[in-house]
């Protein structure tokens, strides 16, 4: 019903636009030509049309299964300790400034904090119509090249961290677990949260023994409420997985299979010598570095949606 009303809603939409687009077709043909004051308004209409017919344009790029969906995504720290630990802590606040720019709700599920700053890990699930299909562009290693602020000699330093980027599946879908597949432990949840988190044994960690897979959750005050968020996770990682499979499918009988795996960034962001952002993937560049890094980063997702499109790889 929810997916009937969705497209009901876009398909009145562009019934909408088309009858306004007839109507300023005629006017334009009709309007007298001193009439400034006519002229203007018409102008307006125009811009206002068109700036609904390019967001109807940007919402048929999310064509996914999943693209509607909300989305979970994880950073992780690479190699070289506090500097991308620092890294990731910046990956962060870019992606959580992003979700509060789009009205999207960010709760972060699981952290682990950094040695001396930063952080290791984190888990965040980020809610909102397109989530998935906004952020799917953003799964990847991430290049952070700048002088170390942790780095005495002020030396340039180049950081890595990874980002996955999974579809919310509470919706119904065909990932199927078998509990015989699953080892669950239940462990006393370390750090913030209150008596009851630190007192009890309310922490969960899934691993799904045919892939390894391993799951922990334990912000959550109750034991059944990290189980639940656990075995979400858990699903939404299966289906990545199994997406990756199709993914590669698909490439090798296209007769080409690029590795998404470690090492190969997507991203590159420049801080010195010289300030630039860009997209290894599209070509997409942007030299304003402070406002990429607090969260204005759709021209980027935008523009690996269009070269899908135009690469037919969507």
């Known amino acids: 019903m929810q997916r009937l009303a969705d497209l009901t809603n876009f398909v009145q939409k562009c019934r909408s636009l088309e009858s306004d687009i007839s109507e300023l077709v005629e006017l334009t043909s009709i309007i007298d030509e001193d009439d400034v004051e006519v002229e203007k308004q018409l102008l307006e209409e125009i811009t206002r049309v068109e ?18 969906s909300n989305s979970i995504l994880a950073i992780h720290a690479g190699a070289g300790g506090t500097e991308s630990q620092d890294w990731s802590q910046m990956l962060l606040r870019m992606y959580l400034r992003w979700a509060e720019k789009k009205n999207y709700s960010a709760e972060i599920i699981e952290l682990s ?9 984190v888990l965040i699930s980020i809610k909102g119509r397109w989530s998935y299909g906004n952020l799917k562009s953003e ?22 961290a990874l980002v996955e ?35 009890n ?18 912000n959550e005050r109750s034991q059944l409420q990290n189980k639940e968020l656990a075995m979400q996770i858990l699903k939404a990682r299966l289906l990545d997985i199994r997406m990756k499979e199709l993914e590669k499918e ?44 607090d969260g204005n980063i759709n021209d980027f997702l935008q ?5 899908q499109v135009s690469n037919d790889t969507f």
Not at 55 to 62: A, H, P, S, T
Not at 142 to 147: C, E, F, P, S, T
Not at 269 to 279: E, G
Not at 303 to 307: A, D, I, K
Request: hydrophobic residues 30%; aromatic residues 6%.
């Open 113 to 121: 904090e950094g040695d001396e700053a930063g952080i290791k890990s």
């Open 51 to 68: 700036e609904e017919l390019s967001i109807v344009e940007f919402n048929l790029l999310f064509s996914g299964e999943y693209d509607d």
């Open 165 to 199: 980027v999974l579809p919310d599946t509470e919706k119904n879908v065909d990932v199927t677990i078998d509990n015989d597949d699953l080892r669950i432990d239940v462990f006393r949840a370390g750090g913030h949260g209150g008596q009851n988190v630190q007192k």
């Open 250 to 293: 698909h490439s090798e009988l296209k007769g080409e299979h690029i590795s998404a795996e470690w090492g190969n960034q997507i991203r590159s962001y420049v801080l010195h010598p010289y300030k630039m952002v860009k997209d290894h993937r599209t070509g997409h560049e942007d030299t304003d570095t402070n406002s990429v890094l």
């Open 139 to 160: 799964k990847g290693v991430h290049r952070l090249v700048r002088i170390s602020p942790f780095d005495a000699s002020k030396s340039r330093h180049t950081s890595f």
């Open 201 to 218: 044994s309310t922490a969960i960690r899934i691993t799904h023994l045919p892939t390894g897979v391993v799951v922990v959750c334990q």
């Open 303 to 307: 523009s690996y949606l269009l070269n």
